[in-house]
């Protein structure tokens, strides 16, 4: 790369600034010696020199110097990826794929692990070649640190745009982070830099069928500035990191917020497994609460002091005993019958797939509804999509028809509303229908966070928390699919995926089964805490 991609500076002014401080830099790397100096020759192996960082590593070590140390010597002891979060990186990696289509001409590098050699080499050959207008997942190296940058597009005069493309739908701080080692590394390697851009998705972009319009589907940010001001703190962070590593164990990191920001940690299991069950972290709102126990020394729940401020449930979670305002019955008692329990489960494509939608527009593919009547008889509908078409039309007409008129219809947080205002715009001739059903809403979740408290919620009011705690015959952990999350992958899978029919049969069982349960569990949970305000009781506090 370096003879093809001469490494004076761009003309760009900043970028040449840069480049003075990167040779400045690149003087101050330090002499590591031998590791036989650390911890003799047993060392050698266990803890090789100065290991190799990546921008991914760069941006842990950045989060937390700890979580870097673990990911390079024990990243056995993360926890492994859910299929969620799994689903989630597949979906960065399909929306780089689209993206590259943009750049018609570009060459990807191929790059299997054991072979960084022939990366870098075929880099280097595509760099030197001025017919490849693009370079997908170019190779670079720089001081021990290695990026694959997303799109190394070439301009004029033997300079290039660093790209980099996120399936995000707005810039975030982590990105210029991002951006600012692979530029960093671009440029010790040599590369003639022109500008850096973040490519992400254009939540605005409404797909009109037929072919997606790439332009439109596509944000470019240039981010040259933003990035080259990030770009001097770059080395002295490097060599921070650099020098943490060659220590014979990891630092001493707290756990505690930063392990959630930008990311969550994989560590957090590892480091979390000594904490108290009441560990104040544990408390529900404002992460300060938790900033400000801690710096007193406060370590569980129970050692609380007296006059420390908490919230109504934050107290309530503190007291740990079971708690029913005066006024549950009177809010449960509003309802009016038949009174339907209804939840939807959607799925958000990345890039739309139907007409009339924008990326991670959420589409509700499956709905549940449980109506008790009065005398106390439970019916219950449901409506799956069967097929890889747009659901929205046949689940709203299908819903119509299930909650009829007449009714409260019980649902548990804002979701369903979202959804049914989002149908009806979707679907003018039944805007009036929806809009009249999502004035029926009645949503238990407010009701349960003011007036009852269980200590088995923990602080959370997520219905996977409560349910086990009030109705510990019906919670979740029987059921193949138990969130969802999982729900929204699944579909995916069954609906768009390579399945085949027996699995196709097995993914729509589970999915009916779990928003079943979900409707079930509304039901449920509004009979017990019901029940609970007829119960005699020498007082409203009853210990665990
Ligand atoms: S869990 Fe937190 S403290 Fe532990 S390695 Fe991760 S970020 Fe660091």
């Not at 490097?238 to 990891?250: D, F, G, I, V, Y």
Request: hydrophobic share 40%; net charge negative; aromatic share 8%.
């Amino acid at each position: 790369m370096r003879s093809s991609l001469p490494s004076s500076p761009s003309d760009h002014p900043a970028v040449a600034t840069s480049l003075r401080s990167l040779c400045g830099i690149s003087a101050r790397v330090p002499d590591t010696g031998s590791a036989l100096n650390r911890k003799g020759t047993m060392q050698l192996s266990l803890f090789p020199l100065e290991p190799r960082l990546s921008k991914s590593k760069y941006v842990s070590g950045l989060q937390c110097h700890k979580r870097l140390y673990l990911e390079i010597y024990t990243p056995e002891l993360a926890t492994e990826h859910d299929e969620e979060t799994q689903a989630r990186l597949d979906a960065g990696t399909d929306v780089g794929e689209v993206a590259r289509r943009r750049f018609p001409g570009g060459v990807l590098v191929d790059y299997d692990h054991g072979n960084l050699t022939v990366a870098l080499r075929r880099t280097e050959e595509l760099a030197s070649n001025p017919s490849i207008p693009a370079i997908f997942e170019a190779t670079l190296k720089f001081e021990n640190v290695l990026v694959r940058v997303d799109i190394l597009e070439r301009l004029a005069d033997d300079r290039w745009r660093l790209i980099e493309v996120k399936a995000s739908t707005r810039t975030k701080d982590v990105h210029l982070d991002d951006l600012a080692i692979q530029t960093h590394v671009a440029m010790g390697a040599g590369v003639r830099l022109e500008g850096i851009a973040l490519l992400h998705l254009n939540r605005a972009y409404v797909y009109e069928g037929g072919e997606v319009n790439l332009d439109r589907l596509f944000v470019q940010q240039d981010l040259t500035v933003a990035v080259l001001a990030r770009l001097a703190e770059v080395p002295q962070r490097l060599l921070s990191m650099k020098a943490m590593l060659m220590e014979p164990t990891a630092p001493d990191v707290d756990p505690g917020h930063h392990c959630h920001t930008p990311y969550v940690c994989p560590f957090w299991d590892h480091c979390t497994q000594e904490k108290d069950p009441r560990w104040v972290f544990y408390l529900p709102g404002p992460k300060r609460t938790f900033d400000r126990l801690a710096e007193q020394g406060v370590h569980t729940i129970d050692t609380i002091p007296g006059g420390f401020k908490l919230s109504d449930t934050q107290q309530r979670m503190k007291d740990n005993v079971e708690w029913i305002g005066p006024d549950l019955r009177a809010a449960l008692q509003a309802v009016r019958y038949p009174v339907h329990h209804l939840d939807f489960e959607g799925f958000m494509p990345a890039v739309p797939l139907f007409p009339g939608t924008r990326p991670y527009q959420t589409l509700p593919f499956q709905w549940s509804n449980h109506t008790e009547h009065e005398d106390g008889i439970v019916r219950h509908e449901e409506y799956l999509c069967a097929n890889a078409g747009d659901p929205r039309e046949e689940l709203a007409l299908a819903l119509l028809r299930s909650v009829g008129r007449q009714g409260s219809i019980c649902v548990y947080s804002g979701y369903e509303w979202r959804i049914l205002m989002d149908l009806a715009d979707a679907l003018p001739r039944l805007k009036r229908e929806l809009s009249a059903v999502a004035a029926r809403l009645w949503d238990l979740l407010p009701i349960v966070r003011r007036h009852y408290y269980h200590p088995g919620f923990e602080g959370s009011f997520s219905i996977k928390v409560i349910l086990p705690a009030l109705a510990p015959s019906l919670d979740y952990s029987n059921l193949e699919i138990a969130d969802g999350g999982l729900a929204s992958l699944e579909y995916y899978r069954m609906a768009f995926g390579k399945t085949d029919a027996a699995e196709k049969t097995r993914i729509r069982a589970s999915l009916l089964e779990y928003c079943k349960r979900d409707t079930l569990a509304l039901l449920e949970i509004r009979k017990i805490l019901l029940q609970k305000t007829f119960e005699p009781r020498d007082q409203n506090l009853t210990p665990v």
